[in-house]
Nanobody, 123 residues
């Protein structure tokens, strides 16, 4: 049984940092494409970052501020978020799937999802 458990969310002031973790069980993170998505109130869920093979991908709005990484030994994926802005406020979800490069930004390409963790950035 696959489980993805996110942690690390919270309330932070603008300009601050948080590191989200996604601990996986039932699959190996180095055998799957691993993604982070977020959903702000009243908005659709959107792609944030992904790790596939040895490459990382980030949406333009977070480039230079967020970094996805992977620890194979801990079977965990991280999202380091720096220089946070109020518009980063959302529920952040971890996802895993047998994605290919052309689909890794697409929700439907992922088979497994975590429960989400709230990130709130105050101004």
């Amino acid at each position: 049984q696959v489980q993805l458990v996110e942690s690390g969310g919270g309330l932070v002031q603008a300009g601050g940092s948080l590191r989200l973790s996604c601990a996986a069980s039932g699959l190996r993170v180095n055998n799957y494409g691993m993604g982070w998505f977020r959903q702000a109130p009243g908005k659709e869920r959107e792609f944030v970052a992904a790790y596939k093979g040895g490459s990382t991908y980030h949406v333009d709005s977070v480039k230079g501020r967020f970094t996805i990484s992977r620890d194979n030994a801990k079977n965990t994926v991280y999202l380091q978020m720096n220089a946070l802005k109020p518009e980063d406020t959302a529920v952040y979800y971890c996802a895993a799937g047998r994605v290919i490069t052309s689909t890794l930004r697409t929700e439907s390409a992922y088979n497994y999802w975590g429960q989400g963790t709230q990130v709130t950035v105050s101004s």
